[in-house]
């Protein structure tokens, strides 16, 4: 006996699964009990050169054929983006198959239908992928911490964003000349918005949310802010402060409601996030019973995230081999228990502050600004006052103590208005951890 699986896309992602099932397919064998067979890949361009070397006979162009093959157990999603990854499985599940996908963009999106139509087909959907590379966080959070209520987690989840961050703190490059170096690295696409603005971090948050706390989370609920206006004087002033500059997918079980969060963040250099570099992805999750637990590894690439696709198709084939289906939840939680939990405004988040206030050199300027943070019940802890920069302003640098954002918001307009402020101040929320 063997299980047969069919692939749509042979890209990055699926090259790395195919390697990976060619290469191991004797060890996946001991551990699974019998072989898996690629019997299909579906592909635009057979023709095109491929980064794995495979048999003519495998591809094919007509992907309704794996939809229409009996033997087909499992079908493996690789394509990326809405549709037609979208339409291809649903039209998976209709045809009784499991489904294996890598794309958190589709599960964001179209999750609740996506699951639902499964459940209804008695079938199951797998995307330890779609999260982490190679990182088990999926697998983690729905069966190893099923017994923990989730208190808080804080995750580097995005490795582009961590590579140019990495960057500019030890090269001290701008944001475009980090950006630069990770499109000449392959760490970056051309067009880098949804990683640089914040997106992709966004829908992984949507799913690690949803798996953490079984409720249906939206890009919408989630605040978003990217790292293009990061600049390498606030690095290097966090780092004087001893504070390391991450972008961090955070949310956290609070009596208000849920924190859901993606924007940079200075980190304590002592945290073990801090020592996160270049395109490394972390998770650190912290559980009432279990307390705090830190995941890391490559979060991108051909075979970190082929590994964990194949993680997957060897869970599902499986399930195959026992008869059995949705034996584990897709999402954690059984769907019908899934609800609406309230998510807390980012005005009412209260957290610790970096500023930066570019002023002209005059005597009262600090004064003036303290005076109004108090007002709105803003606490200084720290602050840093140094030379010139170019044009005559001086930088004024200071730490909050915890401090609400709606707070922050009002003070920061009512300082920017003043004659003294040259520039618009600069924010970085900190985390504890």
Known sequence: MSIQIGIIGLGTVGSGTVKILFENQKLIKKRL?????????????????????????????????????????????????????????????SAKKHVVTANKAVLAEYGQEL??????????????????????????????????RILSLAGIVNGTCNYILTRMTEEGLSFEEALTKAQE?????????????????????????????????????????GIRDVEPLD???????????????????????????????????NHVLASVRMAYNAFYIRGD?????????????QMPTGSAVVSDIIDL??????????????????????????????????????????????PGVLSKIAGIL???????????????????????VMLTHEAKESSVRKALSMIDQLDIVTAPTKLLRIEQG
């Open 289 to 301: 019973a279990v307390e705090d637990i830190l995941l890391y590894g490559l979060g991108a690439g």
């Open 317 to 362: 084939a499986r399930n195959v081999l026992a008869d059995s289906a949705c034996r584990v939840p897709p999402l954690s939680f059984q769907l019908a228990d899934l609800a609406k939990l309230p998510i807390k405004p980012m005005e009412e988040v209260i957290c610790r502050y970096y500023f930066r206030f570019s002023v002209v050199d005059r």
């Open 115 to 148: 699951f639902a139509a499964a459940k209804e087909n008695g079938v199951d959907i797998a995307f330890e992928a779609a999260v982490g590379g190679g990182v088990p966080i999926i697998k983690t959070l729905k069966e190893s911490l099923a017994g923990n």
């Open 374 to 396: 108090g007002g709105h019940q803003i606490s200084i802890e720290t602050v840093i006052q140094k030379g010139r920069e170019k044009g005559g302003s001086v930088p004024i």
């Open 235 to 269: 690095i290097t002033f966090a780092q004087e402060l001893g504070f390391v500059t991450k972008l961090l997918a955070i949310c956290k079980d609070t009596k208000e409601g849920l924190e859901v969060r993606v924007h940079p963040a200075l980190v304590n250099k």
């Open 33 to 93: 009990g019998c072989p898996i067979v690629v019997k299909k890949i579906a592909v635009r361009n057979p023709s095109l050169p491929r980064l794995v070397e495979v048999p003519d006979t495998l591809l094919t162009t007509d992907v309704e054929s794996i939809f229409r093959d009996p033997e087909i157990k499992i079908v493996v999603e690789l394509i990326g983006g809405l549709e037609p990854a979208r339409t291809f499985i649903l039209k998976a599940i």
């Open 185 to 225: 690295a392959g760490f970056a696409e051309a067009d880098p918005s949804l990683d640089v603005d914040g997106i992709d971090a966004a829908h992984k948050l949507a799913l690690l949310t949803t798996l953490a706390h079984g409720t249906n989370v939206c890009l919408e609920d989630i605040y978003v802010e």
